[in-house]
């Protein structure tokens, strides 16, 4: 759901709370400060969220009943996580989600390299200060967001990416490369009293996930056949594909092995969940109405479900958040076209995210050339599905008779919403259009027009209505 670059360090968001004013080792002694191991912290944290009724996954959508328990499951043994699914179900943002179980500051000798928490310096340098300092150690206070660290798994990652390398410039300094201050560190020991995750990970070549080993059990690092046992405190996660996972790539055996947990990701098991998806995730520069956007979930789900469609490479939630922002780019483009003085999205808008999207999604190889009779096929039956759920109860006899006695409705990227209005045919004293305006909660000129344009094009699919389509793209509802 979010572009993802190479290495993510997240940074500091607004903490809901100061950083704490202890500036001296000293002065945390005397304040009581309990040192925690990051699985006891996350542990505990998650306990305490569970056992007050707070949310612990604060924006994640679809998986309540599913991952989630399997996930707090992990969390409470202590293991190390590997999330498996397709993509865009979700799983960086679940990742990142884990940052927010950590202790909001916590509390790191100012300076060091590894951000090691002043009961325990690990590293030579700490060490040395901690020895010469005593109470008066410095120490600094690091936010949640700081304590997570993110790389995207690529074939060239290298071991000093992850693990550390000799430092070149240390040794022009005069050191030897059997002096562990020699080593530049990489990204997992940097993590240390953290979180890091990977994403992709049977990306990683093997020989780099060989490296991985150590510091996922013994939790120490070899760098160019030196050893350093460092006593690292990290919570290591990690994300991958199915189809990676078995055939372009695989996590080796015994690097599999060391993750305590593996959780399977799946896309919303519910029409309503797709919905959330697409509301919390989707940035619309237009209003879209909610059974809009319940017409892309469904078109979304038809997709995965189609024969015709390549279910090994899936099809993302992104495809309906992007065709949300596409519709609603129809519908202000439209709107700023023709002098309206509201942006809202209609049925005739949905075809913009077939033209637009059809390359997002990938065919079985038997289906060359059909792609775009498949696309508009199952938008056909999402629109038919979601207007029978959405006006069900809803006499709407009137509106086809009068429109097979002559009358004519028509839509179009051109027509306004106050010329759709306007041509709708007089149904005496019924109210009709009142009825669809409140079933689907429209009160705008230009959501009543989105709405009855939902039920034309229902009725329509119903087969109760013609439509004629001309050159331009508009369409024509009523005996031609």
Known sequence: MHRRRSVVDVSVSNPSTPAPTITTLGELRASGHRQRGVRAEIRENL????????????????????VLPQLERALLAGHDVVLLGERGQGKTRLLRTIVGLLDEWTPVIAGSELGEHPYEPITPASQRRAAALGDDLPIAWRHRDERYAEKLATPDTSV?????????????????????????????????RGIVAINELPDLAERIQVAMLNVMEERDIQVRGYTLRLPLDVLVLASANPEDYTNRGRIITPLKDRFGAQVRTHYPLEVEGEVAVVE??????????????????????????SNAVDQRSGVSARFAIAAAETVAAAALH??????????????????????????????????????????????????????RHRLQGIDLG???QALESGAQVTTGEQVTAGELLHELPVLGESELYDDIADRLEASTPGERAAAVELALEGLYLARKVSKETDDEGNATYGES
């Open 398 to 400: 009137l509106l086809v």
């Open 47 to 66: 306990l305490s969220a569970l056992a007050a009724g707070r949310d612990p996954w604060p924006g994640i959508q679809g998986f309540e009943s599913t």
């Open 160 to 192: 000093g990416d992850l693990v550390g390398d000799v430092d070149p410039m240390k040794v022009a300094e005069g050191r030897s490369l059997g002096d562990p201050e020699t080593i530049h560190f990489g990204l997992i020991p940097r993590a240390h």
């Open 280 to 305: 919390q995730e989707a940035s619309l520069e237009a209003k879209v109405p909610s059974y809009l956007l319940e017409i892309l979930a469904r078109f979304t789900r038809g997709l995965r479900e």
């Open 334 to 387: 439209r709107a700023t076209v023709q002098g309206e003085d509201e942006a809202v999205a209609r049925i005739i808008d949905l075809e913009t995210a077939v033209d637009v999207l059809a390359g997002k999604v990938e065919f079985e190889s038997g289906h060359e050339g059909r792609e775009q009779p498949i696309l508009e096929h199952l938008l056909r039956t999402a629109t038919a599905e979601t207007a």
